[in-house]
């Protein structure tokens, strides 16, 4: 028999005689009592007696819910605990050796803004971080468990329309930050490491260590110099506009606040002037590492000539964002290509161990240009761990001169 005449014979069986051949599904006409559907749920949705691969019994009253989430509670750096460090009544008891502070202040910038947002940008980055979770496969250390009691400030209330009261409202809080008796008593002050913010905020930074260590060298990464005269960036409109995240580190000199040992490393932007504002820029106590003289050097050339250029001196690192390449922290205000990886900066970092480091910062993220991978602000995280580490290992005592006759002698407190 030919196939095609086979499918219609077979296609010919009545629809009711393949019907009779199924099993019904007949409901069960019992009557259900009220509530039996919701027990039946409770029984099969009920918390587990056991858990997978655990052979003791758990009920829901031995579960904790305090701990052992980073995604819980309020977002702080790194999962650390939140103190209100500007009131004296919570500080009373609670005291810390190390501050993260955030500075959101954006006004002082000279192309795209955002920066306020960075210390929240920077916190969210960091919550994959944990003290319980943040051993070093480089070093072997965790920053996060050490004699420092670490903690996060939040961010300092500033205002947004006007940038004296911003800034002096952000010197203050340096000045009450920074004033309070440190956790561990062998020490004389606890260190800030703030958040930013734009880069004008480094200047109340420096304005307060200053008060509580005197002068320090600064270790510049950035791609510009930002000690350019206010009268070529900004003073020419106002003396208001004089003072901005390009002109901070020339009135930091003209204050007095730091050596004539500081130093830039990553610098690759243009300047406003060929000549003059290089000139400026050694009056103001700085030499320059440039992006491209990592390529010659390598990263243990760059860390050499920042150790040998502070000396012994005490050290405040500022880091702006923009040190890096775009493709690694695109999610700043001033961008400048050919920068450093993230890696590599890292890596410079983490060889500044053994310098006396009394403060730093990270500044100049803005979240909104950042990509959806957070690729600025895991960056920025990862380098504020960095520089806890550097305090951590690095615990700088103050020394005073006291007359002990017939000569001073320099003792610790």
């Not at 099993?23 to 259900?32: G, H, I, M, R």
């Not at 005269?229 to 020339?250: E, M, R, W």
């Not at 150790?307 to 775009?326: F, H, N």
Request: aromatic share 8%.
């Amino acid at each position: 028999m030919h196939f095609w005449n086979l499918l219609l014979i077979v296609g010919a069986i009545p629809v009711e005689a393949q019907l009779s051949q199924r099993q019904e599904f007949v409901p069960d006409q019992k009557p259900v009592p009220p509530g039996i559907h919701n027990a039946v749920c409770r029984e099969t949705w009920k918390f587990p007696e056991t858990l997978p691969g655990r052979k003791s019994a758990i009920g829901i009253d031995d579960v904790d819910i305090v701990t052992g989430s980073q995604f819980s509670g309020l977002t702080t750096y790194a999962n650390l605990p939140y103190l209100s460090c500007l009131s004296d009544k919570e500080t009373e008891e609670s005291r810390y050796d190390i501050a993260i502070l955030g500075a959101p202040f954006d006004t002082g910038v000279t192309a795209r803004p955002g920066a306020r947002y960075g210390p929240r940008g920077i916190r969210i980055g960091s919550e994959r971080i944990a003290p319980d979770f943040a051993w070093s496969v480089y070093t072997g250390r965790n920053p996060l468990k050490s004699w420092a009691t670490i903690v996060d400030c939040g961010d300092v209330p500033l205002t947004w329309l006007d940038n004296n009261v911003a800034l002096a409202q952000l010197d203050k809080a340096h000045t009450v930050v920074s004033g309070r008796k440190p956790s561990n008593e062998s020490f004389a002050h606890p260190r800030i490491i703030t958040l930013g913010g734009d880069h004008t905020t480094t200047l109340s930074a420096l304005r307060s260590t200053y008060k509580r260590w005197g002068k320090v060298s600064v270790i510049h990464f950035d791609s510009h110099i930002d000690t350019w005269d206010p009268k070529v960036l900004g003073g020419g409109i106002s003396d208001y506009a004089g003072l901005n995240h390009g002109t901070f580190l020339h009135i930091a000199h003209e204050e007095g606040l730091i050596h004539n040992t500081s130093i830039h490393a990553g610098i690759r932007a243009p300047l406003a002037r060929r000549k003059g504002d290089m000139r400026n820029d050694v009056r103001c106590g700085f030499s320059i590492v440039k992006a491209r003289d990592l390529d010659k050097v390598g990263t243990a050339g760059v860390i050499s000539q920042i150790k040998e250029r502070v000396g012994d001196t005490k050290v405040y690192i500022s880091v702006d964002i923009d040190v890096l390449d775009p493709a690694f922290a695109p999610a700043t205000g001033t961008p400048e290509v050919g920068g450093w990886t993230t890696r590599e900066l890292l890596t410079i970092l983490d060889g500044l161990n053994g310098l006396d480091i009394i403060g730093a910062d990270v500044v100049e993220v803005s979240p909104i240009y950042d990509t959806s991978g957070q690729t600025t602000a895991l960056a920025a995280a990862e380098v504020v761990l960095s520089l806890i580490e550097l305090m951590v290992e690095n615990p700088v005592k103050n020394y005073v001169p006291t007359l002990s006759w017939p000569w001073f002698k320099e003792i610790l407190v």
